[in-house]
Structures are given as structure tokens and as C-alpha cells.
């Protein structure tokens, strides 16, 4: 009992965030390839962070809500959250001991394929005869340049969030 | 840089959960697109998150306001002198208008074919477009509590913008003509010659098809639409003709035409309450057919 409800004091640090980032998905921007998934960065920051708290059923769920959100086919986030959050967990050590600048660099590739992953998707359910691949590069492109700023803002919140319970 | 060691350290990668959530998600989208099983799912989600996204769409609106109550005097009064004038011009339209409704009503008791429904229309706001890189929707805050069925098609005071093709409770989901296998059946103003629009992709011009390549068609002829379907309203503007392409590698002209609607640019856009009231009779029920073979079992 103790401990389910120290883990759920845990949780709403993460979860917090997670609800943060889904917002800022859900402001107005318009539909451009300009338009970076907040969401997908913060879950891979938890993911890698802590990946008891934040799991893939999360991601799942997550990625169902941004599906209503967008009105996209449901399952098509879920299934890209999914697969970016297993590449991360597969690539756990490597990113933990890479240097900011390399953890970067591999989590571009992460972008990369969650955003080919979902363009893969539309393109074999029928839907993506005449997209553009401006929607594969610049997303994650701009996904890999919020990285380390979503690292700085999120890891400060989990030092605040630490200090507070001890 | 991280302090706390990673947690999952020797317990691996979990294919199996992977693999799980990848067949459910499989089993979802397809249960979404082929058998469209998941409309209450997404209803319930909808209801849930449109607040927020009200809530969200309100600096924008917060602009706007700002800009207009800070416009100088001289463009308010210029603005006052352009409209009364417009007014004066409309006035003396809608009274020919009037004139020709009559007239119009009175031809068609003489041919005795049925009256044209009057379509209402409804004031609607897009919220935002939602982030997909296969389609052009936009969300408007109108949805079934104000009576807005799916079909339904929306526009603004230049012309035809789209269609609705989802309804929630106080909000709708509307595609643009620029959306991908868009149709709207069309006519060229000039000469009356029906065809059908298409919608291509993101950006690109729509493109009318199933035309003759040597139809009588040129750059700049206004497409109207025929109300031929049913879902559309006859005689409102949709399109102007761009570009005519009558190469001899492709069997009929390509046909580029441009929307006269700003497709992108509008926040406050109607959707028009229309409901066919007349439904054409197929072919094999019709009188005529009936007669001839009755005609035939007789002879």
C-alpha cells in the first residue's frame, strides 16, 4: 500500500510533463512538416530516464490520445511511440553513456525512424500517395534540436521533484 | 551527467512487449480504417479534449479582437463609405434577384418540376487543422447539437471550401477540396459542360477530370457547382481553370484548376444545412421504363 502510493507520487512528475507536452501538441499550429511532436521527445526523455515509470503501455496510450487529437487512423501514434520508445530502451547503455553531443546524434536517428515509421504506415494503409518527404527530414530534424533543451528542462524537474521527497 | 543509474540495466530489451503492442496496434488501425469500428472510442476522446482545445485556440481570437478595436478612424471610415456603397449595389441586385426568383418559380410550376430547396447555412469557427502530413482537415466548432450531419458541405462568402465528414457532439471535422479523392461534381459556367473536380494533395492545384480533350475550355472559365450529387447546392462558385494541358501523351486534357475560396486563410466559414429534397428515381423504376416493358409483355 505504502509503496503503491509512493510510486504513484513518483509517477505524477513524469506524467505531468507528459500531459504538458501533449498540450503544447495541441495548440493551433497548423499543419505544416514545421511542426515538431513534443510529445514523442518528452516520452523518449522518460523512457530513457526512467523506464519502470514510463513504459511502453504508456507510450501506447499516449500515442492514442495524439491519435484523436490529430484525427489520424487510431493506432498510427501509438505505434510510432511504441517503436521509438523500444529503439531507445535497445539503445538504453549506449545513450546513457554517450556525450550530449552523441546522445544527439543517435536520438536524430530515433526521430528518423519514428517519423518514416509513421509515413510508413499512411503509405501502406493508401493514404500517403502524395506525401512529401519534408515531412521525414524536418520534424526530426527539429526534434533533434529541442533534445537538448527538453533534456535541460526535464532533468532540472526531476532534480526539483527528488529534492522535494527526501 | 545523469545521476541516477539506469534502472532496467540487465533485464534487456522487451521484444515481447513490443511485439504485443505492435499487433494491437495493427488490430486497431485496421479496425479503424476498413471496418470503422472505433467511432465511440474517438467520440469519447473528443468530448474529452475539445475544451482544451477551445481553450487553446483562444489567443488567436485574443489577436484579432486586439487588431480591430486599434484601427485608426480614417480606415473605419473608409472601410463605412466602401460598405454602404457595396450595400447600394446589393440592394439593387436582390431586388432583380426577386424579380427573377418569381419569374423562376413561376417557369417551373409551368414545367412542373419540383421547387428548389433555400439552403441555411450556419456561422461556424475553424479551431485549428490538424497535424497530418496525408491530409487537409479542418476541426469547427459546430457539431451535432447544432444539427451539422456529416456531408454537409461548409464554405465562405467566396465559394464551396470543403466538406464535413465527421460529426462530434459540439464539433466537426471537415476536409478541404485540396484534400486527396476529394470529388465535387462540377459545371463550367460558360457553356454548362459537367464534369467532376478532384482534389490532388497537399498544395497542389485540383484537377478536373473525365473531360473530352477537345471540350470547349479555356484558362480563367469559373467552375460552378451542378448540385448533380445531391450534397451540393447548385450555382455556387468553386473553382477557376489554371492551367490546360492537351499533350498527345495523355488520353484527355489534364486540367488544372485553382479554388476561388482561400482555403487556408479563413477562421469563420458557414456551413450550409443543405439536405437533398430530391432524390432522382434509378432507371429501372422510372415510368418510362415501366411502360415499354409493359408495352413488351403486351405485344
Known amino acids: 500500500m505504502v509503496f503503491s502510493i509512493f510510486k504513484l507520487r513518483t509517477l505524477t512528475g513524469p506524467l505531468l510533463t507528459l500531459i504538458g507536452a501533449f498540450i503544447l501538441n495541441m495548440f493551433p499550429w497548423g499543419n505544416s512538416p514545421w511542426v515538431p511532436d513534443f510529445l514523442l521527445i518528452t516520452l523518449a526523455f522518460w523512457v530513457l530516464q526512467s523506464p519502470d515509470k514510463i513504459n511502453l503501455l504508456s507510450a501506447f496510450l499516449f500515442g492514442l490520445l495524439m491519435d484523436i487529437q490529430t484525427s489520424q487512423f487510431l493506432g498510427v501514434h501509438a505505434i510510432v511511440y511504441v517503436l521509438a520508445c523500444f529503439v531507445i530502451i535497445y539503445q538504453q547503455r549506449r545513450l546513457l553513456n554517450a556525450t550530449l553531443l552523441g546522445q544527439t546524434f543517435i536520438m536524430l536517428q530515433v526521430f528518423l525512424i519514428a517519423n518514416f515509421v509513421s509515413l510508413l504506415i499512411l503509405w501502406i494503409i493508401g493514404q500517403g500517395r502524395e506525401i512529401s518527404f519534408a515531412f521525414l527530414i524536418i520534424p526530426s530534424v527539429i526534434e533533434t534540436c529541442l533534445w537538448p533543451i527538453f533534456i535541460k528542462l526535464l532533468s532540472n524537474r526531476e532534480s526539483f521533484i527528488n529534492h522535494h521527497q527526501s | ?299
Open chain 2, 1 to 299: 551527467m545523469f545521476r541516477s543509474p539506469p534502472t532496467l540495466f540487465n533485464q534487456g530489451a522487451p521484444f515481447l512487449k513490443l511485439f504485443f503492442f505492435l499487433l494491437l496496434g495493427s488490430v486497431i488501425i485496421f479496425a479503424d480504417y476498413k471496418l470503422h469500428a472505433t467511432e465511440k472510442i474517438r467520440l469519447v476522446g473528443n468530448n474529452l479534449l475539445f475544451p482544451i482545445q477551445q481553450l487553446l485556440s483562444q489567443p488567436g481570437k485574443l489577436s484579432d479582437l486586439s487588431l480591430d478595436y486599434f484601427q485608426t478612424r480614417s480606415s473605419l471610415k473608409q472601410q463605412l463609405e466602401e460598405q454602404s456603397s457595396q450595400l447600394d449595389n446589393l440592394r439593387l441586385m436582390a431586388n432583380q434577384a426577386e424579380v427573377l426568383e418569381s419569374e423562376n418559380s413561376h417557369l417551373r410550376k409551368l414545367l412542373s418540376l419540383q421547387q428548389k430547396s433555400s439552403v441555411k447555412s450556419l456561422a461556424a469557427e475553424v479551431i485549428f487543422s490538424p497535424l497530418s502530413p496525408s491530409s487537409q482537415r479542418v476541426i469547427i466548432n459546430r457539431g451535432s447539437a447544432d444539427g451539422v450531419k456529416s456531408g454537409m458541405p461548409i464554405a465562405s462568402e467566396a465559394g464551396i471550401i470543403g466538406q464535413i465528414v465527421r460529426v462530434f457532439e459540439n464539433s466537426s471535422e471537415g476536409a478541404l477540396l485540396e484534400d486527396r479523392d476529394f470529388a465535387i461534381p462540377v459545371l463550367v459556367e460558360r457553356n454548362g459542360l459537367r464534369s467532376v473536380l478532384f482534389g490532388v494533395g497537399r498544395g497542389d492545384p485540383l484537377e478536373l477530370r473525365y473531360v473530352n480533350n477537345l471540350a470547349d475550355l479555356d484558362v480563367g472559365d469559373h467552375l460552378i457547382t451542378s448540385g448533380i450529387d445531391g450534397t451540393y447546392p447548385a450555382g455556387i462558385p468553386v473553382a477557376i481553370i489554371s492551367k490546360i494541358d492537351r499533350s498527345s501523351e495523355n488520353s484527355g486534357a489534364v486540367i488544372a484548376c485553382k479554388p476561388i475560396a482561400q482555403l487556408h486563410h479563413h477562421r469563420h466559414l458557414s456551413i450550409l444545412l443543405y439536405e437533398p429534397t430530391t432524390s432522382a428515381p434509378s432507371p429501372t423504376e422510372s415510368e418510362v421504363v415501366k411502360n415499354r416493358l409493359r408495352q413488351k409483355k403486351g405485344s
